[in-house]
C-alpha cells in the first residue's frame, strides 16, 4: 500500500557523503590501505541499508524491473541482492576517493574508443558527454590525464557542488575535472559552457536524473516501464550546437571499462509541437536503450536509489511534464 506521504524528489533526500566523511576515508585509505576501508564499509553500508527504507525499497524495485527485463541474468531482487547492490555503492566512494587522489592505475582501465576521443582534442573541439548513475564516473579522472590540457566540466544538480570543489582541490587529482552546479539553466550559465565548448573541453551531464526544478523531463520505457527522464542534455546539446557521446564508467572484474559512445554529431530540437516532443522521446528512448544495456553488463551498478518509476507529479516535486516548454 502507498504511503499517504508522497516520497520526496531525489535532490531532498539527505546525502550521506558528507565533506567531513570523505575526509576520514581519504586519511584511512592513505595510512591503512584499501583492506582497513572495506573494515569499516560493512557496518556503514548496513546501518544505511536497515535505516534507510527509501533507498532500499528503491534498490529491490530496480532488481525485480532488472531481473524481469532480463531473465537470462537471475539477479533476483531479495535483500541479499539489495545489500550487495549498497554494497556496490560502497565500494565506488573508495574509488572516487582514489580517482580524484590521481592514484588510478591505468594499466586497468580498458577504453576501446579512446581515439575518438583523442580525434576531438587534435581538432580542438569541446562535446557534450551524456553519462549516467552506472560505475563510476569519478573514472574519468582517467580520461583527463590523457592528456594534460583535458579539460572536463561535471554539471551537477546539488548544492554540495562547491563543498566538492573545495574538498578535491586539495588533492592531486582534480585539476583537470571541475563540478559546476546547474540547478538552473540560466542565460549566464549557458555562456560560460558555451565558452568551455569553444574553448575545447568537455561536459559532462548525466541523462538518468530529473532536475531539481523546471520540470523538463520526457517519459519513455526504460526496463519494461515508463520512467521520466530529464530533457535538459539534448536541450542544453542543442543550445550549444556541439557533438554528443554518451559516457559509462564502471568496475569489471577487477579492472575499470570506460564506455564512449557517439550519440549526435549535432542535435537540433524542433521549437514546434509535436516535432519536438517526438524528437526529445527519440534522443531520451535512445538513451534509456543505452542505459540498459550497461544495467545488464553491470547489474549491481545502477545507484539510483529513489522511485525511479514514479513521474515527478507523483514523487510530490515541481516536476510536472512540460514537453512544450522553450530551451
Known amino acids: 500500500m502507498m ?21 576520514a576515508l581519504v586519511w584511512i585509505y592513505r595510512i591503512f590501505g584499501r583492506w582497513a576501508f572495506r573494515l569499516i564499509l560493512m557496518p556503514v553500508v548496513s546501518f544505511y541499508f536497515f535505516t534507510g527504507a527509501i533507498a532500499r525499497d528503491a534498490s529491490r524495485d530496480y ?20 545489500y550487495r547492490h549498497f554494497l556496490g555503492f560502497g565500494e ?22 579512446r581515439p575518438l576521443l583523442l580525434e576531438l582534442l587534435e581538432q580542438k573541439r569541446g ?3 551524456v553519462s549516467g548513475h ?6 574519468c579522472q582517467a580520461i583527463a590525464n590523457l592528456r594534460g590540457h583535458i579539460r572536463l566540466n561535471i554539471l551537477v544538480h546539488t548544492r554540495h557542488a562547491e ?12 585539476a583537470t575535472i571541475k563540478l559546476i552546479q546547474v540547478t538552473e539553466l540560466n542565460p549566464a550559465i549557458a555562456i560560460e559552457l558555451q565558452e568551455k565548448i ?14 531539481v526544478q523546471g520540470g523538463r523531463t520526457i517519459t519513455v520505457p526504460f526496463l519494461g516501464a515508463d520512467a521520466a527522464f530529464p530533457q535538459g542534455p539534448y536541450l542544453l546539446a542543442s543550445l550549444l550546437r556541439c557533438p554528443v557521446f554518451t559516457l559509462f564508467c564502471y568496475a569489471s572484474q577487477g579492472r575499470y571499462t570506460i564506455d564512449l559512445q557517439p550519440f549526435a554529431d549535432t542535435i537540433r530540437i524542433p521549437r514546434a509541437e509535436p516535432q519536438r516532443r517526438d524528437m526529445l522521446k527519440t534522443l531520451a ?9 550497461h544495467c545488464r553488463i553491470a547489474p549491481l551498478q545502477w545507484f539510483n536509489f529513489y522511485p525511479y518509476w514514479q513521474t515527478p507529479a507523483e514523487t510530490g516535486g515541481n516536476n510536472r511534464q512540460q514537453e512544450n516548454d522553450s530551451p
Request: glycine share 12%.
Open 3 to 23: 504511503s499517504d506521504n508522497p516520497p520526496k524528489h531525489w535532490a531532498a533526500l539527505e546525502e550521506t557523503s558528507l565533506v567531513w566523511g570523505i575526509k
Open 63 to 82: 532488481l525485480r524491473r532488472l531481473n524481469r527485463y532480463f531473465p537470462d541474468l537471475r539477479i533476483g531482487s531479495g535483500w541479499w541482492q539489495s
Open 92 to 113: 565506488t566512494l573508495l574509488d572516487k576517493i582514489i580517482a580524484w587522489m590521481g592514484y588510478i592505475d591505468a594499466g586497468r582501465i580498458d577504453f576501446p574508443n
Open 127 to 129: 562535446a557534450m558527454l
Open 134 to 139: 552506472i560505475g563510476n564516473l569519478e573514472i
Open 163 to 174: 563543498k566538492f570543489n573545495r574538498l578535491l582541490g586539495g588533492t592531486t587529482g582534480s
Open 198 to 211: 569553444e574553448g575545447g573541453e568537455f561536459l559532462v551531464m548525466v541523462g538518468d536524473r530529473v532536475p
Open 285 to 293: 528512448r535512445r538513451y534509456a536503450e543505452q542505459l540498459e544495456t
